[in-house]
C-alpha cells in the first residue's frame, strides 16, 4: 500500500472520529430545545444538509491532507492539523452543550482562518489538489455566518 493511500485512510480515521467525539460532546446539539428555540438565520440549511455535508468535507479534506504531507514537512502538516482537530471538535460543545455563541464564533473563526490558510498558503504547494479543502472552508464560511447570527439575534 502506497504512503498516499495509508495517509489517506489514516486522516479518515481521525477526521470521522472528530465528528464522532464532536457529536458526542455537543449533548442534545441542534434536537435539543436551546437550539430549537433560537432565532435561526434564513439561510440555516436543513438539519440532514449537515450531516451530509460532513461527511463530503472529512472524505475530500482527508485526501487534502495526505496530498499535503507528501510535500511538507511533516511537524507543520500534523501541528497544524491537530490544532484544526481540536478546534473542530471544541466548538460543538461551546456551542450546543454550555450554549457559549461568543465563544464559539471565536473558535469557529480561528479554524475558519486556519482552513482558511490551508487553502490558499498551500495553493503554490499542492495546486488543484487545493481544491479538496475548499468545501470545508466554504462549510465553515457558511457555519461562521449562522453562529453569528445566533449571536446577534439571540
Known amino acids: 500500500m502506497s504512503p498516499f493511500i495509508k495517509h489517506a485512510l489514516l486522516f479518515l480515521v481521525i477526521n470521522f ?45 482527508s485526501f487534502y491532507m495526505a496530498c499535503w ?43 475558519t482562518a486556519l482552513v482558511g490558510y490551508f487553502l490558499f498558503a498551500n495553493w503554490s504547494l499542492l495546486g488543484t489538489q487545493s481544491l479538496l479543502i475548499a468545501p470545508y472552508f466554504v462549510w465553515l464560511c457558511i457555519a461562521t455566518s449562522l453562529n453569528g447570527y445566533i449571536l446577534a439575534y439571540n
Not at 91 to 103: E, I, K, Q, T, V
Open 69 to 111: 504531507l507528501k510535500y511538507e514537512n511533516d511537524t507543520i502538516v500534523w501541528t497544524l492539523f491537530t490544532l484544526q482537530f481540536a478546534l473542530n471538535v471544541g466548538w460543538n460543545p461551546l456551542f450546543f452543550d454550555l450554549h457559549m455563541a461568543f465563544p464559539a464564533l471565536l473558535v469557529i473563526a480561528i479554524l
Open 17 to 61: 472520529a472528530a465528528l464522532g467525539i464532536g457529536g458526542f460532546l455537543m449533548g442534545e446539539g441542534p434536537t435539543g430545545e436551546y437550539y430549537q428555540t433560537l432565532n435561526k438565520a434564513p439561510w440555516t440549511p436543513p438539519g440532514w444538509v449537515f450531516g451530509a455535508a460532513w461527511t463530503t468535507i472529512m472524505i475530500c479534506f
